[in-house]
């Protein structure tokens, strides 16, 4: 299942990661997607529903595991 997760401050990707048996490169990975679904940028390229993406994301996340 997909864990949302707020990191306290101090805390390090890898430590996070080693936690939730994941890699510091796959949480950078969805985070970075995330973002550029939440940039103007994204805004400006499209007029798809950015929570619809991060939605669907997260549910094909949760089928990786």
């Given amino acids: 299942a997909m864990i949302?997760?707020?990191?306290n401050e101090g805390e390090m990707?890898?430590?996070i990661a080693r936690k939730y048996n994941s890699s510091p490169d796959e949480i950078?990975?969805?985070n970075s997607i995330?973002?550029?679904f939440r940039s103007d940028l994204f805004s400006a390229l499209t007029s798809v529903?950015?929570?619809?993406?991060i939605k669907r994301l997260r549910e094909e996340r949760k089928h990786d595991f």
Wanted: charged share 35%; net charge negative; no cysteine.
């Fill in 4 to 7: 949302i997760y707020y990191a």
């Fill in 28 to 30: 950078s990975e969805i």
């Fill in 34 to 36: 995330e973002r550029f």
């Fill in 13 to 15: 990707v890898w430590d």
């Fill in 49 to 53: 529903d950015p929570k619809f993406l």
